[in-house]
């Protein structure tokens, strides 16, 4: 017999040790009231009789009650059989549970709207830290709602017979309340025009049912204490103090109520010596022309800390990534000023080893590059880094977009890290629509952003290319379009595109139906600053059908155009929609004909521009003014441009108080002829109510005269109005009235209701 090594010994041992316990009965003990079923409680348990008694089971299993919220105390306790078997008795104490939900006192409020405001429940487990959450929402309902009085108690009743008890809401409501005025004290050195801006609680107003200012509530007030307490301290005065006790609250009347708020300013602190310490590659001088801040200025710590920025970045602009610097403030007791020491660590400097691109999954390497403006062997400037991350985010590939700039083991060396996340830049929409020119309309619209033409394996995406196909029908127009562009012809910012077009529409002209078949191609290029240049030609032919008979201007027909557009853009706007600052001006001339062959032969030359004003941060009103001009003339053996092609005004995008293309010159029995010269002037005020909804009102006046280069405005037409901008399924929809004020007879049909999607430019 063979002899057996000692850990083979010591391993038989050990399972000789281990005994193996069974589990006997299992026995629910309720403590109290037996408000849940035995069910319940062994339906949570994996411990089974008969099975095989483990002790991490059994504390799962506890775990597993407790984590049900119906119990307050669970033990298990083991009652011996023999020497291998044992019974369990479970004890537990089921909490109470909700009987039923009360509220007195509430004789404004109904109690169905209240239930909607708390989470217990009837039958539920009585939680009493949740019925004190719940007290506090009721509170801020209230709250919201204008009774800023208002007190919440509750109350509870528990009936240890059954396990149950009873949840009841004591409700002070008060009188509900609107602000009638917020005042201050002491503020000798700021107005109290300029502290309410910085605050949310608001004055009550026409509007305040919409925006939910006017009422009084608590945290919203407190925030608006520390907003005002940091205002005075960007104006400089450090020791300011706003005193809640102090804070009085009067109602001259049970409805109204007047707040005043005392401020204790303190004195306005100035800087004073400003030094700039540590700095050994730029001159202390150099760098303190760098910075914006100078002595005698009022100290503002947030234009201080861009001052720290501006530093950094003037550092970082020729590659010295890694430098600091630390701002140290000092009070001048002599001076009463605070000095300001900008102490310069220093780095070395580093060059962009490569580039190392992470998380596009399907936007190819080379579309990202050509976003950025540096490159490997380039000086690592953090203010281009910058630039580059704002051209990405700019493209709209990427939900998110970081650049860092990570270590290397070649000394002087960084890589570019250049991390994205990529963004949902396809769409498939359809719907149905309906607007004051084209009526009842149907549409469906496939559109990639980020399209790849020879990439099927990822679903034609990746390549940055834009590509769109729309089709749509309605009781008075239609159209199918396709379009086509590649934003990096040849890895070179020159933009080239394409676009195939059919649209029937019966709303152009009152006179005839007109459907149009062609395509387009251009070119699009950046030519200096904020210049976009575009080129394009165009060919399409004009199908003209359901004329008129009484209409003798034009006849069924076709006639093919063949023409090159030139256009300039600049474009400042801080948004496409809802812009409150900024300009956009657009000049553009169209020759048909001629050398392109085509039907007739004219050109267009047209000038479209618009500034807007911020007036007033509050309700971010802004001011805009539209301005547009046009010219057209036939030229070669053409004798009139096309009638088609003529200037008409009216509608929602010029003349709104008059039908659409309504305003021009007419013949004798009251036909348009249309016009070969234009202008127009759009003034417009417009605020927000709660954003984004803006309401505006607008005056709009235009001419339309028979011949090129007549601006003569004695046929001058105007109207003035009023409208609301909101937002359906994301696209600004506007709606306005407009009222003729000079017109013709023939033009005037009296007020105007308009509503469509989009912006006027």
């Given amino acids: 017999m063979g002899a057996v090594s000692l850990p083979a010994q010591q391993a038989a041992a050990s399972r000789s040790e281990q005994a193996v316990y069974g589990v006997g009965s299992i026995t629910i003990r309720f403590l109290g009231s037996a408000n849940v079923s035995e069910a319940i409680v062994r339906a949570n348990m994996q411990i089974k009789e008969g099975g095989e008694l483990d002790d991490s089971m059994i504390d799962r299993d506890i775990r597993a009650l407790y984590r049900t919220g119906l119990f307050e105390f669970i033990e298990v306790k083991r009652e011996a059989v023999d020497a291998s078997t044992f019974n369990l008795v479970v004890e537990v104490t089921p909490k109470f549970r909700v009987l039923a939900i009360r509220y007195e006192g509430n004789r404004r409020v109904k109690s169905t709207r209240l239930e909607?405001?708390?989470?217990?429940?009837?039958?539920?487990?009585?939680?009493?830290?949740?019925?004190?959450?719940?007290?506090?929402?009721?509170?801020?309902?209230?709250?919201?709602?204008?009774?800023?009085?208002?007190?919440?108690?509750?109350?509870?009743?528990?009936?240890?017979?059954?396990?149950?008890?009873?949840?009841?809401?004591?409700?002070?409501?008060?009188?509900?309340?609107?602000?009638?005025?917020?005042?201050?004290?002491?503020?000798?050195?700021?107005?109290?025009?300029r502290l309410r801006?910085?605050?949310?609680?608001?004055?009550?107003?026409?509007?305040?049912?919409?925006?939910?200012?006017?009422?009084?509530?608590?945290?919203?007030?407190?925030?608006?204490?520390?907003?005002?307490?940091?205002?005075?301290?960007?104006?400089?005065?450090?020791?300011?103090?706003?005193?809640p006790e102090e804070i009085r609250f009067d109602y001259p009347k049970p409805s109204k109520l007047v707040i005043t708020i005392p401020v204790h300013e303190g004195r306005q602190y100035r800087i004073g010596d400003i030094t700039v310490t540590g700095s050994k590659i730029y001159e202390a001088g150099l760098l303190k022309r760098v910075l914006r801040q100078r002595t005698g200025m009022v100290f503002t710590p947030s234009k201080l800390d861009k001052d720290v920025d501006r530093l950094e970045d003037f550092?970082?602009?020729?590659?010295?990534?890694?430098?600091?610097?630390?701002?140290?403030?000092?009070?001048?007791?002599?001076?009463?000023?605070?000095?300001?020491?900008?102490?310069?660590?220093?780095?070395?400097?580093?060059?962009?080893?490569?580039?190392?691109?992470?998380?596009?999954?399907?936007?190819?390497?080379?579309?990202?590059?050509?976003?950025?403006?540096?490159?490997?062997?380039?000086?690592?400037?953090?203010?281009?880094?910058?630039?580059?991350?704002?051209?990405?985010?700019?493209?709209?590939?990427?939900?998110?977009?970081?650049?860092?700039?990570?270590?290397?083991?070649?000394?002087?060396?960084?890589?570019l890290r250049v991390a994205v996340r990529e963004a949902r830049t396809g769409n498939l929409t359809f719907g149905a629509g309906y607007s004051s020119l084209e009526r009842a309309t149907v549409f469906a619209e496939v559109s990639q952003g980020n399209f790849d033409l020879f990439n099927y394996r990822s679903f034609f995406q990746g390549d940055g290319q834009k590509f769109r196909i729309r089709a749509q029908l309605g009781s008075l127009s239609s159209e199918a379009l396709v379009s086509f562009e590649e934003p990096w012809l040849f890895e070179r910012q020159l933009a080239v595109g394409f676009s195939l077009f059919r649209t029937s529409s019966e709303y152009e002209s009152q006179y005839y139906t007109q459907i149009a078949t062609g395509g387009e191609v251009y070119l699009r290029k950046r030519l200096f600053e904020l210049v976009d240049g575009r080129v394009s030609y165009t060919y399409e032919v004009i199908e003209i059908s359901d004329v008129d008979p009484n209409f003798g201007f034009i006849g069924d027909g076709k006639s093919t155009i063949s023409r090159v557009g030139f256009q300039l853009v600049r474009d400042t706007r801080d948004k496409i929609i809802s812009t409150t600052s900024g300009n956009r001006v657009e000049l553009s001339l169209d020759v048909a004909g001629g050398a392109l062959g085509g039907d007739t032969n004219y050109y267009k030359l047209q000038f479209k521009g618009a500034q807007f004003y911020p007036v007033f941060d509050l309700q971010n009103q802004v001011f805009s003014?539209?301005?547009?001009?046009?010219?057209?003339?036939?030229?070669?053996?053409?004798?009139?441009?096309?009638?088609?092609?003529?200037?008409?005004?009216?509608?929602?995008?010029?003349?709104?108080?008059?039908?659409?293309?309504?305003?021009?010159?007419?013949?004798?029995?009251?036909?348009?002829?249309?016009?070969?010269?234009?202008?127009?002037?759009?003034?417009?005020?417009?605020?927000?109510?709660?954003?984004?909804?803006?309401?505006?009102?607008?005056?709009?006046?235009?001419?339309?005269?028979?011949?090129?280069?007549?601006?003569?405005?004695?046929?001058?037409?105007?109207?003035?109005?009023?409208?609301?901008?909101?937002?359906?399924?994301?696209?600004?929809?506007?709606?306005?009235?407009?009222?003729?004020?000079?017109?013709?007879?023939?033009?005037?049909?009296?007020?105007?209701?308009?509503?469509?999607?989009?912006t006027r430019f």
């Fill in 315 to 415: 550092y970082g602009t020729s590659g010295y990534l890694d430098t600091q610097v630390r701002l140290q403030r000092k009070p001048n007791i002599g001076t009463g000023d605070i000095d300001l020491e900008y102490q310069v660590l220093e780095s070395e400097k580093f060059n962009v080893e490569s580039i190392s691109i992470e998380g596009n999954t399907k936007t190819k390497s080379i579309v990202i590059l050509r976003e950025l403006v540096l490159g490997p062997g380039d000086v690592f400037d953090t203010v281009r880094m910058k630039i580059s991350k704002l051209r990405l985010e700019n493209t709209r590939f990427f939900e998110d977009v970081q650049l860092s700039p990570q270590e290397t083991n070649i000394p002087g060396r960084r890589n």
């Fill in 197 to 243: 801006k910085e605050m949310e609680t608001k004055k009550w107003w026409i509007f305040s049912w919409l925006t939910s200012n006017g009422r009084f509530k608590d945290d919203e007030f407190d925030e608006d204490l520390d907003k005002l307490r940091d205002y005075y301290r960007e104006e400089g005065f450090l020791d300011v103090e706003i005193l």
């Fill in 116 to 193: 909607k405001e708390i989470k217990s429940r009837p039958n539920s487990p009585l939680d009493e830290r949740q019925v004190k959450e719940d007290s506090e929402k009721i509170r801020e309902y209230y709250q919201k709602t204008g009774f800023n009085q208002v007190s919440v108690n509750y109350t509870i009743e528990r009936d240890r017979a059954t396990g149950f008890g009873t949840v009841t809401f004591n409700i002070e409501e008060g009188e509900k309340v609107k602000i009638a005025a917020i005042r201050f004290e002491g503020n000798d050195s700021i107005k109290a025009r």
């Fill in 625 to 758: 003014v539209l301005a547009r001009a046009g010219v057209a003339e036939a030229y070669g053996d053409s004798t009139s441009v096309p009638y088609f092609a003529r200037y008409y005004l009216g509608g929602p995008n010029t003349l709104r108080g008059f039908e659409y293309n309504d305003v021009g010159p007419r013949d004798d029995f009251g036909y348009l002829l249309g016009g070969d010269s234009y202008a127009m002037l759009s003034f417009e005020y417009s605020m927000d109510v709660v954003s984004p909804i803006r309401v505006f009102a607008f005056y709009d006046a235009g001419f339309v005269n028979e011949k090129a280069y007549d601006f003569n405005p004695s046929d001058l037409h105007d109207n003035y109005g009023f409208g609301i901008q909101l937002f359906v399924a994301g696209a600004p929809l506007r709606l306005d009235y407009a009222i003729p004020l000079t017109t013709s007879p023939r033009a005037s049909k009296g007020g105007q209701f308009n509503f469509s999607f989009g």
